[in-house]
């Protein structure tokens, strides 16, 4: 079960190694290896394989397409977990978006402790024997730097939060060849999930000098960029995209993140993408947020650091990038269920217990998320 660090802050000086820029999976064959293996989501290209072939130095590599659809569950990893048992590997390379970085993470965790316990805090410090290597296929989750492994509770119909810090990876690789291709309003609305990890962690009760700084970085390129989705995409520019996103994703991981994320986490029992479902409470969590006096001074200092006029602009950002892709799809699950999730006591109370949310800058309860939803749903 993940455990809360308590409101003190925190500087993790263990980082990964990064690789990036052009041809930024070649850098894998300074890594010495004998038995690799891959775990990927179901669009990786035969050409790509090859190319993660003749990266590794190891003498043998398999290549397993994830058995989990969405967030894993114990039941959906097994079948992987047992190929990577009879495999034996050590290096695992998770290539896919978000939910393939995080399976893969728990496949790994079963492999090397076949008796490891998701309710269990005990076990938070993994020495591993197997390399890991996240090489994410989309820019937002930041999955790659994220010390949690997001789980699907079927009992619950709820997210569920594995967190360890041996869970970031320790090698990650930033290739804007894999993106280049990903279909653009799938990449334009990932960047609201980047934004919302930036803006919410910076807000958030956790308050870390040391990754504001990140969180102003992320916001200024993502600012700076994002129009190069719906342009004519060159992969510099996305490199720099993916860094924004890996910023984000280091200031969520240091930061918890607050009411957007406590809310989107519900939806995915609706079918509702994370980063579609961020898109859907973000602007409105925002206002509701900066009623109070220090959130808005907060929120305006951020917008000035990260390159905008005042705080207003970084809203008008907000709602810019979220108009830039099709949302009417889960709008409209939003307000087809409205009334059923008003009176669902459970999907507010999972939101108030929700381990993602947990940062909010203004003490979340029942009618403070009601009153949010009800206004993103009018
Ligand atoms: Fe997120």
Redesign the pocket.
């Known amino acids: 079960m993940w455990e809360p660090q308590g409101m003190y802050s925190k500087f993790l000086l263990r980082q990964p190694t990064i690789l990036f820029g052009p041809h930024a999976i070649m850098g894998l064959k300074t890594y010495a290896c004998s038995r690799a293996v891959v775990i990927h989501g179901s669009s990786l290209s035969d050409a790509y394989k090859q190319k993660v072939a003749q990266a590794c130095s190891a003498f043998a590599i398999i290549f397993i397409a994830k058995t989990w659809e969405g967030e894993p569950t114990l039941e959906t990893l097994n079948p992987t977990v047992a190929k990577v048992e009879a495999f034996n590997p050590d290096l695992i390379i998770a290539i896919g978006g978000g939910s393939v970085i995080d399976g893969a993470k728990m496949v790994r965790t079963y492999f090397e402790f076949p008796f490891f316990d998701v309710h269990e805090t005990s076990f938070s410090m993994l020495n591993w024997k197997t390399t890991f290597v996240a090489v994410p296929t989309t820019i937002?989750?930041?999955a790659e730097i994220s010390s949690a492994s997001v789980m699907y509770n079927e009992t619950l119909k709820t997210k569920e939060f594995v967190v360890s810090q041996q869970f970031i990876p320790e090698i990650i690789v930033l290739d804007a060849a894999l993106i280049q291709d990903a279909p653009k309003h799938i990449l334009l609305s990932s960047m609201v999930?980047a934004l919302?990890?930036a803006i919410e962690g910076y807000l958030s009760l956790i308050d870390n000098m040391l990754v504001d700084s990140y969180a102003e970085k992320a916001i200024q390129i993502l600012s700076k960029y994002y129009q190069v989705i719906t342009e004519d995409i060159q992969q510099d520019q996305l490199n720099k995209l993916q860094l924004a996103s890996l910023f984000g994703g280091l200031v969520?991981n240091h930061c918890i993140?607050g009411a957007t994320?406590a809310l989107?986490h519900q939806m995915s029992a609706y079918g509702v993408s994370?980063?579609n479902a961020?898109a859907l409470f973000l602007p409105t969590v925002i206002r509701k947020n900066i009623e109070d006096a220090n959130v808005k001074a907060r929120f305006e200092q951020l917008a000035v650091h990260s390159g905008f006029k005042n705080g207003d602009a970084l809203l008008t950002f907000v709602d810019l990038i979220i108009n830039t892709f099709d949302l009417s799809k889960a709008r409209l699950v939003l307000k087809e269920n409205k009334a059923r999730i008003l009176t669902d006591d459970a999907f507010f109370e999972n939101a108030l217990r929700d381990k993602?949310g947990q940062g909010n800058p203004v003490r979340m309860t029942k009618d403070f998320l009601v009153a949010i939803f009800k206004t993103a749903s009018a």
């Open positions: 937002g989750s930041g999930d919302s990890h969520q993140v994320h989107a994370h980063s961020i993602g």
